[in-house]
């Protein structure tokens, strides 16, 4: 079957740096996604890897290696806005995203 | 950038009414749009695809015929919620993907329905 593992809860400290990470298993791969929801809002895009290493984002990177089906989103600077979930997503062979329960970061100052 | 929006945002209904939720695409033709349900503190669940001029494919254990799902054209999509039940409670995120190849979704702000 298909499953995508993150943590469902972290805790981080503003200014700090947190790293979430999401493991995979999927029929075919076409990339992988971070999403940022805040609770009752729908999921804003934040990036998307489709070949292995770092993407750096301003104060967000994302990491891809294929070969070990993993990534994270490493937040810098974190800011009391960055309180979300962060979803992970693994776009398959048929071009379907799978979709992780996502992790709720909850900053404290 | 891409820009979907939904209408309404929020929805109260009776038991046993129908209600339809607008989902648009403002700035982009979106051959493809999807259908979402989420329940708190979990995480999107498919529901089906919507193809603009044919019939939507809906993900297993979602009944077609409860969440009617239409893509006449290339900038809005619809999904019906039949004969709605206080189970159907939930928030509903439409997403489209450009034509262009992107593989990117991007989101509607999501209708939140509530079946009294």
């Known amino acids: 079957g298909q499953n995508i593992d993150q943590p469902t809860e972290m805790t981080a400290t503003e200014g700090a740096i947190v790293q979430i990470n999401c493991t995979y298993q999927t029929s075919g791969f076409n990339g992988l996604f971070w999403y940022q929801q805040h609770a009752g809002e729908a999921p804003t895009f934040l990036s998307y890897?489709?070949l292995d290493g770092l993407e750096e984002k301003g104060r967000f990177s994302s990491f891809l290696s294929r070969s070990k089906g993993y990534s994270y989103l490493l937040l810098k600077e974190l800011q009391m806005k960055d309180s979300a979930s962060y979803l992970c997503?693994?776009?398959?062979?048929?071009?379907?995203?799978?979709w992780g329960a996502g992790t709720k970061l909850i900053i404290k100052p | 950038g891409a820009v979907v929006s939904q209408h309404p945002s929020w929805v109260i209904c009776k038991s046993g009414t129908s209600v339809k939720i607008e989902c648009r695409s403002l700035?982009?033709?979106?051959?493809?749009m999807f259908w979402y349900r989420q329940f708190p503190k979990q995480s999107l669940m498919l529901m089906a695809t919507s193809n603009e001029g044919s019939k939507a494919t809906y993900e297993q254990g979602v009944e077609k015929d409860k969440f009617l799902i239409n893509h006449a054209s290339l900038t809005l999509s619809t999904l019906t919620v039949t004969s709605a039940h206080p189970e159907d409670s939930s928030f509903y995120i439409c997403?489209?993907?450009?034509?262009?190849?992107?593989?990117?979704?991007?989101f509607g702000p999501g209708t939140r329905l509530t079946v009294t």
């Open positions: 997403s489209a993907r450009e034509p262009s190849g992107d593989v990117k979704q991007y």
């Open positions: 997503a693994v776009m398959d062979s048929n071009y379907q995203l799978i």
């Open positions: 890897n489709v």
């Open positions: 700035d982009f033709q979106a051959t493809t």
